[in-house]
Nanobody, 121 residues
């Protein structure tokens, strides 16, 4: 079910930066592992980064290492994805999702509606 809301998407040029934010009016994100995923047309959801409730990080996509950072701001009830040095292949709809742990995802986990990120030259 849709329980999360992503924001911050838009259009950016290659090499630029963008910050996405995930929040919820119903869930305390501090109680969940929060993952960022992305999807392009014809592709399955690709896991990007995940942060667990103890702030341990799981990296699912090697191409974002050194460029993307996931972090929590519990005062704002958000989990953010800071994206730097953006590339054309980063173009996708970005989703956040909540689960118990970063390594187990099931049909009862919560998702957002997605936000479009378009990188152009």
């Amino acid at each position: 079910q849709t329980r999360l809301v992503e924001s911050g998407g838009g259009s950016v040029q290659t090499g630029g930066s963008m910050r996405l934010s995930c929040t919820s009016s119903r869930l305390a994100l501090a109680d969940y592992a929060i993952g960022w995923f992305r999807q392009t047309p014809g592709q399955e959801h690709e896991g990007v980064l995940c942060i667990n409730m103890f702030n341990g990080i799981t990296t699912w996509t090697d191409s974002v290492v050194g460029r993307f950072t996931i972090s929590r701001n519990n005062a704002k009830n958000t989990v953010d994805l800071q994206m730097n040095s953006l590339r054309l292949e980063d173009t996708a709809v970005y989703f956040c999702a909540a689960a118990s742990i970063c390594t187990k995802w099931g049909q009862n986990d919560y998702w957002g509606q997605g936000t479009q990120v378009t990188v152009s030259s």
